[in-house]
């Protein structure tokens, strides 16, 4: 059985107990280089065989782990986040599943809370919004027609757009194109929680200005939306006259 772990965002202490553990007990790691940082890997044992993916295609990558679990050995496959957003686990699993081959998933906190974090705001504050969008502009990897960023845009709601830093000016177009306007609040954070963090709050029609000036054209993320504004209501949940099963 391989363990597919969930990194987290990037600071060593915000992976799961679960899955430090994990990778303490492995014999082989393959970590997505290109995003995962290095200092998660400091919880290994010294003799673990250790796999960079950034360098590896997706036949390389099950043939490490066949070998491995054909010589008894533990696999772990580290991926950034969570896995379940953006990991490209699927493919992994139901190959693997061809060699008899089960896994496990541990979750992890994916960056778009870690980001969230950082900016010390709630992506669902009442009156205000409820609903939180994921999703990443069209580049190499297209999206299906009905998720469109534009169409995805007309809600209005807290959205994170992941994969998308070198394509600010069409997301901010596409974002106009829906209900929010060039003067809603947005931000840009940079390798949230990593030691190199940058936190840019904006609005829209500045995000590409700004992110030029920054520097930052990749692994970040755009949070867009009411939500960063100043306009709030209070929650239902501790006003005084509101009763639930434990207060009257």
Not at 4 to 16: F, N, R, V, W, Y
Not at 138 to 154: I, M, N
Not at 184 to 204: F, H, L, R
Not at 216 to 232: C, M, N, P, R
Request: proline share 4%.
């Amino acid at each position: 059985m391989v363990k597919i772990i969930g990194a987290g965002p990037g600071a060593k202490d915000l992976i799961t107990v679960r899955g430090m553990r994990a990778l303490q007990e492995a014999d082989v790691i393959i970590y997505a280089g290109s995003l995962v940082n290095e200092e998660l890997l400091e919880y290994a044992k010294k003799e673990c065989e250790i796999y960079n993916s950034a360098y590896m295609n997706l036949d390389e990558v099950i043939d490490v782990i066949v070998k491995a679990e054909q010589e008894g050995k533990k696999v772990v496959r580290l991926h950034t986040g969570d896995p379940s957003i953006y990991g490209a686990i699927r493919e992994q699993i139901e190959v693997l599943a061809t060699h008899g081959i089960r896994c496990e998933i541990c979750p992890g906190v994916s960056s778009f809370l870690a980001a969230a974090a950082a900016l010390n705001c709630e992506y669902t504050v009442p009156e205000v919004s409820q609903t939180v969008i994921l999703t990443r502009m069209e580049g190499r990897t297209p999206v299906p027609e009905k998720e469109k960023l534009s169409l995805l845009a007309q809600h209005g709601a807290s959205m994170a757009v992941f994969l998308s830093a070198g394509h600010l000016k069409e997301l901010q177009e596409q974002l106009c194109e829906g209900a929010y306007t060039p003067d809603t609040p947005c931000a840009i954070v940079y390798k949230a929680s990593w030691a190199e963090q940058q936190c840019i709050k904006t609005t829209i029609k500045e995000l590409e200005q700004k992110a030029r000036e920054a520097g930052i054209t990749k692994t970040a993320l755009v949070l867009v939306g009411d939500f960063l504004g100043e306009q709030y209501a209070f929650s239902k949940l501790y006003d005084p006259e509101f009763q639930t099963e434990y207060r009257k």
